[in-house]
């Protein structure tokens, strides 16, 4: 298993940036394809962006295509969610995702595919 901690959220004007980091521990980080994902009280969690191992490649909602952009550090076990050009609507609570996989990111859309969650963190976009 392992345990993930979000952190870097909070309370930014619309169209301003936040950065997202999650770090990780307990386990080999390199091993999973990690993930975003976003969720309102009493909705279904979201898919927000994925990214696989190694290689680098990412898939994103479209919503996050072009404004959101995922990237990970395997030796500083941490995967960051960069989000420009906030909107209104992007207000909610972001969560980090880890799954044990070989696979590439863009298999990885559906949340339950994915074994440990973090504890989320809110973003609150203002207008």
């Known amino acids: 298993q392992v345990q993930l901690v979000e952190s870097g959220g909070g309370l930014v004007q619309a169209g301003g940036s936040l950065r997202l980091s999650c770090a990780a521990s307990?386990?080999?980080?390199?091993?999973?394809?990690m993930g975003w994902f976003r969720q309102a009280p009493g909705k279904e969690r979201e898919f927000v962006a994925a990214?696989?191992?190694?290689?680098?490649?990412?898939y994103y909602a479209d919503s996050a295509k072009g404004r959101f952009t995922i990237s990970r550090d395997n030796a500083k076990n941490t995967v960051t969610l960069q989000m420009n050009n906030l909107k209104p609507e992007a207000t909610d609570v972001y969560y980090c995702a880890a799954a044990k996989s070989y696979y590439s990111a863009r298999y990885y859309y559906t949340d339950t595919d994915y074994d440990s969650w973090g504890q989320g963190t809110q973003v609150t976009v203002s207008s």
């Open positions: 990214i696989s191992r190694s290689d680098g490649s990412t």
């Open positions: 307990g386990d080999t980080f390199s091993r999973y394809v």
